[in-house]
């Protein structure tokens, strides 16, 4: 407890500091992020912020919302607009704040910043204060990709050097002024730049001294994801590889049922878990719920039906419950609602996976038409998320035909991430890999193009006001 309130004391004051740069954030009398033990208590961010995925109701599940309600609103709000799919809102105007913009800056403005700007002068064991200066560049281009992949176009190399990306901020940025604006292209430059820094410091561990701190398994992944969405492919392998070379671990579904308890139901049925900070897949953890969240048929159908998580996800369905919490939804008896007992399963919403650069090895040999590699990669994940006796090797063999296979192994390891909206949105710019999504919620379909302004986010107001260069990418 002593621990979290000097971190708070110490995000307050740096809240505070007002016009002061991040590097003149010590108050006369006080002396702050002076050691290396100052610098390692800041990293310990909680990400209280990512609890919930925002991005998810574009893209799969939609956390605990009246969906018959915002189905008739007469004034549409933006939670119509995301999960109706409707491009007539002004999402813009109904935007004050933003649940997304608003965390990641903030982890980038209060933890990796200060962090930065203070290590060089900072006292203690060299290699420490430099490894975590390291770990605060990393966690600084990280935020920053997710920022440029919600807020602004997938990066397309014909038009990434003009088109509209997102605020870098540096810790040499005034707080008091407005932040620069750069392209996607300056966005994915400094991201590359502040990993190479972290590297040259040779100060990370290999991994993170818990799942919430990183090290060089996650720096490696991030760099990996990079070039992959920038279609370096060669490069994104490589590190993909040395990523994996730490860390390769794929969990077996199988041995993750536990019994839920149900009243008055004998013996208790089984169902998928996923305990918070249990899983060796997790290179660096934003523990995300997934109770309370219904997930379209759509959604439910990337699954491979012989997987544990598709027979043991722990819907109402699955796990029954007495009363309709469908009613909840505006959909009485719905039943493909994750249950609110489902408390023991956490996903990392806006973090990476093991699997996650396994993904990112496997799309990378079939972009170079190593189909046989790539096949055999997405079959390693595989054979641990299908029940045992009923795994059988994808049939998959063509080009078209693992990019489906891919795609599905993605969605459904990635539903309830930002990951997914991302990969989704990356693909939408080659027409080889473009797809409509459907959605059926109530007896409408709905349909979500590729070219739809609905996958950029709005910048909110209480940044647009504040920064008039900060225009909509959309």
């Keep these: 407890m002593k621990n ?44 209280s912020g990512f609890e919930v995925v925002r991005t998810a109701s574009l893209t799969s599940g939609i956390y605990f919302a009246n969906i018959g309600l915002l189905k008739q609103e007469p004034i549409k709000t933006f939670n119509h607009a995301i999960i109706f799919w409707d491009e007539t809102v002004d999402r813009a105007a109904l935007r004050p704040n933003c649940d997304i913009y608003e965390p990641i800056y903030s982890v980038i403005g209060k933890t990796c910043n ?6 060089d002068a ?14 605060a560049l990393v966690l600084r281009a990280w935020f920053h990709y997710l920022s440029v992949n919600i807020f602004a176009k997938a990066y397309n190399p014909a038009t990434a ?31 590359l730049k502040d990993l190479d820094d972290a590297f040259k410091l040779n100060a990370m561990l290999d991994e993170g001294v818990n799942t919430q701190r990183v090290g060089k398994s996650f720096a490696y992944a991030v760099q990996a994801r990079v070039f992959l969405t920038m279609r370096r492919f060669d490069e994104a392998l490589v590190s993909a590889r040395a990523s994996l070379a730490i860390n390769s671990h794929i969990d077996d579904h199988n041995n993750m049922l536990v019994d839920y308890p149900v009243p008055g139901k004998t013996p208790s049925p089984k169902g998928w878990a996923r305990p918070r900070f249990t899983s060796k897949e997790d290179l660096f953890n934003t523990p995300s719920v997934m109770y309370l ?12 039906p012989n997987s544990v998580l598709y027979n043991y996800i722990p819907t109402f369905a699955n796990i029954p419950y007495p009363g309709d919490y469908g009613v909840y939804f505006g959909m009485p008896g719905a039943k493909d609602i994750w249950s609110f007992q489902g408390t023991l399963s956490e996903v990392s919403g806006a973090g990476l996976t093991s699997v996650d650069t396994r993904l990112t090895e496997a799309e990378c040999l079939l972009r170079t038409n190593d189909l046989n590699g790539a096949k055999q990669k997405m079959e390693d994940i595989r054979k641990m998320r299908i029940i045992t006796d009923r795994y059988v090797a994808s049939p998959a063999a063509t080009r ?23 990969d989704l949105k990356r693909w939408n710019t080659e027409p080889e890999f473009a797809s409509n999504l459907r959605r059926t919620i109530l007896g ?7 070219q739809s302004p609905l996958w950029i986010y709005p910048f909110p107001q209480n940044a647009t006001n504040f920064n008039l260069q900060l225009t909509q990418n959309y």
């Design 293 to 304: 969240t219904w997930y379209a048929p759509e959604v439910l159908a990337q699954f491979d």
């Design 444 to 450: 409408e379909t709905y349909i979500l193009t590729p």
């Design 114 to 119: 200060p962090v930065i700007s203070r290590a």
């Design 400 to 422: 078209t035909e693992l990019f489906a296979l891919l795609k599905q192994l993605s969605r459904s390891e990635n539903f309830n991430t930002m990951k997914d909206m991302i």
């Design 4 to 47: 979290i309130l000097y971190r708070i004391s110490i995000i307050l004051l740096v809240a505070l500091a007002g016009c002061e740069k991040f590097t003149e954030i010590e108050p006369k009398g006080r002396n702050l992020l002076s050691t290396a033990s100052d610098l390692d208590l800041l990293l310990n961010d909680p990400y």
């Design 161 to 191: 050097n003009t088109d509209g990306g997102v605020p870098y901020l540096l810790e040499t940025d005034l707080i008091s002024e407005p932040s620069k604006k750069y392209t996607v292209a300056e966005v994915y430059d400094l991201i």
């Design 122 to 135: 900072a006292k203690g064991v060299r290699s420490l204060i430099d490894r975590y200066k390291a770990e």
